[in-house]
């Protein structure tokens, strides 16, 4: 077996270029050096060459298994094909029989005895704890895959339960790591440790995020998320030491600031800490296309949309191998196009999604006409295809997990609606970036907030003067005050946009069908007590929009929000995000930063070196 470690100054990036000769014999320590080259290739965009270079030992080696039904996992994910589904829970179900046969196995007489009794993980092989944390990583992939396979809620209780079994999995890791004393090398704790820090952080973050009803619907109770925790052991976690899965927690933080902050919370994410994390990254895999994608974005989130769509366009330039991350880069080329008013182009990057992409192609469909409604000085011609197009929406609803997409149920309704008035929308394309919290970029940016204020204020206009004209009067004038309240928010005329959330508020009797519109403005109104730090009042109206209406569209996308935004006032009142009253009606499960003990180091020292791409040097003898 092999006894050497890798010093860091030995950690290197394989070139795009460069042969690797696949060892004959196979060891841990080996294992773990392929996988790290199967993750540089895979980085490197080289995705086939990293899945063929892990396939022949993925029946023998527990890192060859594991590495090669990630690849087939997130192939799967991006192109929600069956058959791609079908094929990584085949390849996921053998990793986790290649990881169990190394797991410790403890007979009935061990079990009964130790009952009580302090584990010896000292006694453990360095081959049995790595399989531990291999075959938590297995039932995690597992478990996400189990939503998106079956049509049926059954499938959402079997993967709450198999996701409950993992974070056990994953506690015990990282009992593993605070009470083993005695390692092979260095090298291979920190190999272990990174991996741990993965699980914990992920999910801690991913639990404090979901809403409590969520929670239970997903047979989560029992869990809570502790935020502060995800997110500080993530952080540790992409420090320049060499771990094996750093390059992982670097991806998951880069996400979660950039992307999933935006979409389930207030759009709250540490774009300068993303951008920080980035940058090595970047250094090390210079064209990377999923780190040139998260180059777009965070220029997109600062309101650089020039900026933003040459990264996106150098990130789909960098690799043919998977169209599924051209995909990523279509939709965000077409919000930056949308923010710009480049309706024309947008309804491109929409169709282009729709032509290519398996995910939802009535959403795509919904946005193609959504913006072509948008342009002035339609053609009878037009008009004939945005009637089609519409029409098309419902044919392509499709259900995951057995339930409709909320998106696709909020495009059905706005469809019957378009034929029931006459073929006719008012401003659909900026409900979208609404919904999508796009608003969020374009504040950010005069240039791009003015022109979408002077349509919203137009468009006010044309309905006061023939409201006659309009069937649903009431909601579609709320629907362009709560966007002109929106627009008056990110110029800071709070006054203003304050009293065109009320107004809507006030009308709520009188709206017939936009109803989520009332407790959406209870939201912003609350959002607008946070920027002037009248905390109980955000309370009462975010608690008021969560329990007093039910039934309405994209309701789950708002109670992602108002827990992120509880969780900011929580932090700003007593500087701890993860105190949650919700919690109290659970156990509490999660990983508090004082269980990581010996595991977080001085984040402050090591985020000084965070863009170096060697750390300090480790030798194993």
């Not at 899945?51 to 594991?66: F, G, L």
């Not at 996308?557 to 009253?581: M, P, Q, V, W």
């Amino acid at each position: 077996m092999a006894e050497r470690c890798q010093s860091d100054d030995e950690e290197v990036f394989e070139d795009a270029n460069e042969n690797i000769q696949v060892p004959n014999k196979m060891d841990l320590a080996a294992s773990i050096e392929e996988a790290r080259m199967a993750l540089n290739l895979f980085l490197n965009n080289r995705f086939n060459e990293a899945k063929e270079r892990m396939k022949p030992w993925s029946q023998e080696s527990m890192y060859h298994a594991i590495s090669y039904s990630t690849v087939l996992y997130l192939q799967a994910v991006m192109t929600f094909d069956p058959a791609d589904i079908e094929l990584a829970i085949t390849s996921i179900k053998q990793s986790m029989v290649v990881c169990n046969r190394g797991r410790r196995k403890n007979s009935l007489i061990t079990s009964i005895t130790g009952i009580g009794s302090k584990t010896n993980y000292d006694s453990y092989s360095d081959m049995e704890i790595h399989a531990e944390l291999c075959y938590a990583e297995c039932l995690l992939q597992r478990a996400l895959l189990t939503f998106v396979q079956d049509e049926n809620l059954i499938s959402f209780v079997k993967g709450g339960l198999k996701i409950r079994a993992c974070y056990q999995t994953y506690k015990e890791c990282l009992k593993i790591a605070q009470n083993r004393k005695n390692w092979r090398c260095p090298k291979d704790k920190l190999h272990f440790e990174s991996g741990v820090k993965v699980g914990i952080g992920a999910f801690n973050l991913m639990i404090s995020l979901l809403p409590t009803r969520i929670l239970k619907l997903l047979e989560f109770v029992g869990f809570s998320g502790n935020k502060k925790t995800g997110l500080t052991v993530l952080e540790a976690g992409c420090s320049p030491h060499p771990g094996l899965r750093a390059p992982l927690c670097s991806i998951i933080l880069i996400a979660y600031h950039t992307v999933v902050s935006y979409i389930l919370g207030t759009a709250d994410g540490d774009i300068d800490l993303a951008e920080k994390i980035l940058r090595p990254c970047l250094q090390n895999y210079p064209n990377g296309a999923l780190f040139l994608f998260f180059a777009g974005r965070v220029r997109e989130i600062k309101g650089n949309i020039d900026e933003a769509i040459v990264k996106f366009e150098e990130s789909i330039e960098s690799q043919e191998e998977w169209k599924q991350f051209h995909h990523l880069c279509y939709w965000e080329l077409m919000w930056c196009h949308s923010f710009k008013c480049d309706w024309l182009i947008a309804m491109k990057y929409a169709e282009k999604l729709c032509n290519e992409s398996r995910w939802s192609k009535a959403t795509y469909m919904y946005q193609k006409a959504s913006f072509l409604m948008m342009c002035p000085d339609k053609t009878p011609e037009t008009q004939q295809h945005i009637e089609y197009l519409y029409s098309e929406v419902p044919k392509l609803k499709i259900r995951i997990g057995g339930k409709s997409l909320p998106v696709e149920k909020f495009a059905m309704k706005k469809v019957k609606r378009y034929f029931s008035q006459g073929n006719k929308l008012v401003l659909p394309a900026l409900e979208l970036i609404y919904i999508w919290n796009g608003f969020s970029i374009v504040g950010k940016n005069e240039e791009l907030i003015v022109p979408m204020l002077n349509i919203v204020e137009d468009t006010l206009n044309e309905i006061l003067k023939n409201k006659d004209s309009y069937q649903y009067f009431k909601d579609d004038y709320c629907l362009v005050l709560h966007l002109k309240g929106v627009c008056l928010k990110f110029r800071d005329q709070i006054y203003q946009a304050e009293q065109c959330f009320k107004e809507v508020i006030q009308n709520e009797k009188e709206i017939k069908q936009d109803n989520y519109l009332v407790p959406w403005a209870h939201m912003e109104l609350a959002l607008l007590k946070m920027q002037d730090k009248e905390y109980t009042e955000a309370k009462v109206l975010l608690d008021k929009a969560k329990n007093s209406y039910k039934g309405y569209s994209l309701e789950s996308r708002l109670h992602f929000r108002i827990r992120a935004a509880n969780h900011h006032i929580k932090s700003l009142i007593s500087g701890d995000e993860d105190t949650d009253d919700s919690t109290s009606e659970v156990s509490r499960t999660s990983v508090d930063l004082g269980e990581m003990n010996g595991l977080i180091p001085d984040l402050e020292k090591e985020n000084s070196n965070t863009d170096n791409s060697n750390g300090a040097e480790v030798k194993c003898e």
